[in-house]
């Protein structure tokens, strides 16, 4: 499975993002996925997951404000991101989720995103 993140930019706080996430794999119908992120010189988080049937969740510090999707025919996913903060800084990568939360396939090329005060 390959993975591809874009859409990461430089905005300023208050402003809005989308990401988007290229999986190429045949199993991505049935993949819980996620959006991950990794600011500087913090662990890697989980911030926003979809089941395969369209279910989300958020992280307490994004609810609200992203708002994850997928494409099941197109095997993609995107992350719309609203009212940005300094601390939504970071490189934002895209995974399979594992029952455990944890990654499910190798890291691809994140993206990144910087948000200005």
């Known amino acids: 499975v390959q993975l591809q993140a874009s859409g990461g930019g430089l905005v300023q706080t208050g402003g809005s993002l989308r990401l988007s996430c290229v999986v190429r794999?045949?199993?991505?119908?049935?993949?819980?996925m996620g959006w991950y992120r990794q600011a500087p010189g913090k662990q890697r988080e989980l911030v926003a997951i979809?089941?395969?049937?369209?279910?989300?969740n958020y992280v307490d510090s994004v609810k609200g404000r992203f708002t994850i999707s997928r494409d099941n025919a197109k095997n993609t996913m995107s992350l719309q991101m609203n009212s940005l903060k300094v601390e939504d800084t970071a490189v934002y990568y895209c995974n399979g989720v594992e029952i455990t939360g944890n990654m499910k396939w190798p890291w691809g090329q994140g993206t990144q995103v910087t948000v200005s005060s």
């Open positions: 794999g045949n199993i991505f119908s049935i993949t819980p």
């Open positions: 979809i089941s395969s049937s369209g279910n989300a």
